[in-house]
């Protein structure tokens, strides 16, 4: 293992390898360094699926056998609830813990990818060195589907790399608490008091993703409120109601000071425990790669429409409708199939 | 030759075939029976490709050979112009110089197809028991593509049954005049006295489509300053400007008594020789079977993506990704295979 344990890059964000030319990769090699924990083989092979590289479908390959591992955390709020500073407690408490961890921040408004971004710097001082956590910045704006795209690819080295924990951190706006969730074993909702949360979660649709609400800042005025909004709201719900269901604990933190941290993790391993007794764990898991599969299809299929207009072939085969030795149908499937 | 030589049928749209139910369809037979000029087969290979049945690629595969005789005029100008009469018109000047004739009327804002407009009453009344002419109405609302998709298909049948000439007739709203011209080898555009038709004929960028100009109900005031304001908009314009180029003349007619009619023909015909001298007529016809074969490949990648969700092999393939037994882009590919 290499001192920086962190695979954080400062600086510019990364140009897809295309626009830097090739460079030889020895793709089996960077995932073996990888698995030894080696930062930069991580932060590299997180480049090269994000930048959707032609090495992409290589690497994929080789990480698959290695995959399946590690509980994948998803961790959302409104911007302000306290999501980066529950973020590096968490870090530290499953740490203190021995356990590997992955932070993946993703952040929907930037376009910007690789760790540049201030929150990264902050947490950087708080883990440099320490060889047993990888953090990277996402960005998800322009990527076709936002997180649908990159993330699972990262999340799989991570997944790789040994990380026991894999956390998914988003701000929660638009739809990104959603794709979160539909990337998580278990979704942490953060809320903080007197933001209205209680009342905005139940509109955000935000309650039928949670697995845990974790009430932040809760030495602060209006803590109780915030807490009594989101249990009436959860008892408004019917998603969590049959017998033997996972009924959504309502927790309380200040992250700030690793107050109520221990109880988070602890709620978390439960959910986990009921993840697999009830099944409901596999079924994630397949629905997780069921999306992920027909994410890439669609691509394909998107990709190759593209390539029909304007291709060299429509226009021999144009030549061969005008003159009556094909019709158009064949004539699309013989596109199709040459594309 | 039967008595009734008319595709019109009157009453409710077609059905699609699938609605139906599947009934024995003999493609072969009713090519050659349509090729003999008989209406009912040219009918009804006209709905099985417009109602997009199962059978569209045989029918298709069986026109191929017999294909790339007709002459398309492109008929169109905004309502109230006469088309409908000057179509009459036309048929009536080309089955006088003995030309089978088929008709396309498409209307774009009709969900109806079949021959059960008004229009086409009038003039069945016209040509009614002349086996020389073929009618046919068609609905391109709701169609993907408008005109793109059943048109093209419509046209193959009148030329594979011997039709000379096939007119396509649409009103000017919206592109369908632009997608009308795409189809054709040469472009009527109908414009009238008194209507601001030369004006908004540079607005709608009908300059750039029209072979021929036909100001229509020339007896009426106006007609001078119509045709006035045609040659200005056109001398503005820069399409026709070369040497050797075609310049769109513009011409008048009475079409409810016939007048102009044979001069628009000889225009055709001139037209037409221009095109073969030129090139530009087998430029168009590569174009058009082109994007002819471009708009089915596009479909048919549609519909591979609208299989790709939902699919039952899905859940095969995620299985498999869960376990690590392949990775998400060899799974995908294997989903694409299996469509």
């Known amino acids: 293992m290499t001192p920086d344990g962190l ?3 400062t600086g510019a ?6 626009r830097r030319g090739r460079r030889h990769v020895d793709v089996p090699d960077l995932v073996a360094r990888a698995r030894d924990g080696e930062a930069r083989a991580v932060a590299r092979l997180i480049s090269l699926v994000e930048d959707a590289s032609p090495l992409l479908r290589e690497v994929a390959a080789a990480l698959a056998p290695h995959t399946g591992r590690a509980q994948v955390l998803g961790l959302t709020g409104a911007p302000g609830v306290g999501k980066s500073t529950t973020t590096t407690a968490l870090v530290r408490a499953l740490r203190a813990a021995g356990r590997r961890v992955g932070v993946l921040a993703v952040d929907p408004s930037s376009p910007f990818s690789g760790g540049a971004l201030l929150g990264d710097r902050v947490r950087m001082q708080d883990h440099a060195g320490d060889p047993g956590v990888f953090i990277r910045s996402m ?15 990262a999340l799989r080295v991570l997944d790789a790399a040994g990380c026991d924990v894999v956390l998914v951190e988003t701000v929660g706006v638009g739809q990104s608490e959603l794709e979160v969730a539909s990337l998580a074993d278990t979704t942490l909702v953060l809320v903080a008091p007197g933001m209205g949360d209680g009342i905005q979660a139940a509109k955000a649709g935000i309650l039928e993703v949670a697995d845990v609400f974790v009430v932040n800042k809760a030495d602060r005025d209006g803590a109780d409120e915030t ?3 989101l249990r009436y709201a959860q008892s408004l719900g019917g998603r969590h109601a049959g017998p033997g269901a996972w009924r959504p604990p309502v927790l309380r933190t200040v992250a700030a ?6 109880r988070v993790l602890a709620e978390v391993g439960a959910h986990r425990r009921w993840l697999e007794a009830s099944g409901e764990g596999a079924r994630r898991r397949a629905e997780r790669a069921a999306r992920e599969i027909e994410a890439i299809a669609l691509a394909g299929l998107r990709e190759r429409m593209g390539e029909v207009r304007g291709s060299a072939a429509l226009a021999a085969l144009a030549g061969e409708v005008v003159a009556g030795e094909t019709d158009p149908y064949r004539a699309a499937d013989r596109l199709l199939a040459s594309l």
Chains 1, 2 share one sequence.
């Open 227 to 229: 807490v009594r909004d």
């Open 7 to 9: 695979a954080v890059r």
């Open 257 to 262: 000071r690793d107050e109520g941290v221990d």
């Open 13 to 18: 964000p990364v140009a897809p390898l295309g």
């Open 139 to 153: 960005a998800s704006r322009g990527h076709l589907g936002g997180l649908a795209w990159a993330t699972p690819q």
